[in-house]
């Protein structure tokens, strides 16, 4: 595989940060698709729950807030096929390519005014993501040397463009939906994606033979073994499903349930495959051990980061006074103030890092200061709600703060998190491992799908405070466990 060689170990921190030829045609791919996700996104559930003579579905907010879930957890799930069809049949190039073009007819068919495209264009736009998702970072990572010291930095800058498309797009579409209607503003999330492919087409040329080819293509009997298994799986869900509701005994709460389980049982199964693959080194299986210490950081990680468009916008709205410089700000508006901080401590940590070079923490250390600040900040939190009690509300500030530290802890783990997939991942496993560490975010969710309803048996202070006291203390069992953590990394460490 080619991959371009490291900086002097003692160069400076302009060649620290010039990363390798490639980077910012993924830089802007990514931009423009999570330009496309997030502006479509953003008003998904408004439109859902709009009625049909207003544009939108005509469903209740509930089933609204439902779908909308689904979907988001099924957009994760579907990053571990898309990975194998990258590993094992096309290679990492092609499905990026074939994933963003299945995103663009989604947004294409979702402005058609009509129910029924608009719900084949979710399924569009859910396998599109997946296939794309876990590839463009493992391109990335193949264009560096194992040891290069601008590899972190580069993903942490990789990852500024999620949030850059993540914060100007609520805007665009929101406006548009606003000014026009709301298939106007999904066309616009179209664009966004086929700006992002003619981005990638035009540079595609510069990853060489990174990604151009399935690393571990598959075996036509092995083609034809998935292929049975999945029609096989598919079949008994769809069956399943078909019977659950003829007997009427489908609900929101069966769903949530079956999600959790789903979200908890998949990781599972699928590290137990990898470790039992006997294609997989005794070197890489070791590697695969502190990847799952990841995992789980990871899961515990988004477990509270998530809940942030959840539980935290109802104490925004409900418990706090929004008031900043005699101007109430929108509920919604707090969501682009976080991305506004990762662009903000995205660009100091990497230009920190960039000098540092080999002497910057490592993953192990950020990781558990990721936890130990996401743990601060639901800490915050517990304290801004002692202040919100016999009707006074908490000072916007508290929730300024919050987003502050999110912000610092999604920095230490986000990007870093996917430069260790890339590093820690199997040769058999490379695009799948990626899709592996996004599943982090399917489980982290369903553990909270469980943990919210401690809020009908707690008050607010104790339901935060002590989420972020669990936080806290799996950052230090992080930073205890360091030592061993790069000791099964090896070399990769």
């Known amino acids: 595989m080619q991959v371009n060689a490291a900086p002097a ?63 988001n957890s099924m957009v994760y799930m ?42 084949a264009a979710l399924v569009l736009i859910a396998i599109g993501t997946g296939t794309l998702k876990a590839s463009v970072p493992t391109i990335l990572g193949g264009l560096y040397a194992p040891d290069d010291p601008r590899r972190d930095p580069g993903f942490t800058l990789y990852y500024l463009s999620i949030q850059i498309g993540g914060f100007t797009a609520p805007f665009v579409t929101g406006a548009l939906a606003v000014a026009f209607n ?47 298994k999945a029609l096989l799986w598919g079949g008994a869900a769809a069956a399943l499903l078909a019977i659950d509701i003829l007997l009427g005994w489908f609900s929101l709460g069966q769903l949530i349930n079956i999600m959790s389980i789903v979200g908890l049982v998949v990781p599972i199964v699928y590290f137990a495959a990898m470790f039992r693959t006997p294609e ?33 916008s109802l104490f925004i709205k409900d418990s706090t006074d929004r008031t900043m410089f005699g101007w109430e700000v929108p509920v919604g508006f707090f969501q682009s103030a976080h991305a506004a ?74 990007p870093v998190g996917l430069s260790a997939s890339s590093k820690l991942a199997p040769a058999r496993f490379a695009t799948q491992t990626i899709g592996l560490w996004y599943l982090s975010t399917a489980t982290g969710g369903a553990i909270q799908g469980q943990v919210v309803k401690l809020q009908n048996v707690l008050s607010p202070p104790v339901y935060f405070a002590s989420q972020g006291l669990l936080l806290v203390l799996a950052g230090v069992i992080l930073f205890l466990a360091a030592r061993r953590i790069k000791g099964l990394m090896g070399e990769a460490a």
């Open 9 to 71: 170990a003692g160069g400076s921190t302009a060649a620290q940060l010039r990363q390798p030829p490639g980077f910012g045609t993924l830089f802007f791919t990514e931009l423009w698709e999570r330009f496309s996700f997030a502006g479509m996104r953003a008003i998904l559930v408004l439109f859902m729950a709009a009625p049909i003579a207003e544009g939108g579905l005509g469903l209740g907010a509930v089933t609204a807030a439902s779908l909308y879930a689904v979907y």
């Open 78 to 119: 579907l990053s571990l096929p898309g990975g194998w069809i990258a590993d094992r049949l096309w290679g990492s190039q092609k499905a990026v390519f074939v994933g963003g073009c299945t995103i663009a007819a989604g947004h294409l068919v979702l402005t058609i005014p009509a129910v029924p495209t608009s719900y």
């Open 182 to 228: 709301w298939h106007v503003a999904f066309a616009a999330a179209g664009i966004g994606m086929l700006l992002g492919l003619a981005v990638y087409t035009v540079g595609r040329k510069k990853f060489g033979d990174v990604g151009a080819t399935a690393p571990q293509p598959a075996t036509p009997e092995e083609r034809r073994k998935v292929g049975r």
């Open 280 to 312: 997989v080194t005794a070197a890489e299986k070791s590697r695969l051990w502190a990847f799952v210490w990841f995992f789980v950081a990871a899961a515990l990680f988004w477990l509270v980061y998530d809940q942030a468009g959840s539980t935290v």
């Open 341 to 414: 901080f990762m662009i903000t401590l995205g660009s100091a940590f990497v230009l920190i890092w960039a000098k540092m070079g080999r002497r910057q923490p490592k993953t192990p250390a950020k990781f558990g200061i990721s936890l130990t600040f996401i743990g601060a900040s639901f800490l915050l939190l517990g304290l801004a709600a002692t202040t919100a009690t016999d009707g006074d509300k908490a000072l916007v500030w508290w929730i300024v703060g919050f987003f502050f530290l999110q912000g610092v802890a999604e920095t230490h783990l986000g």
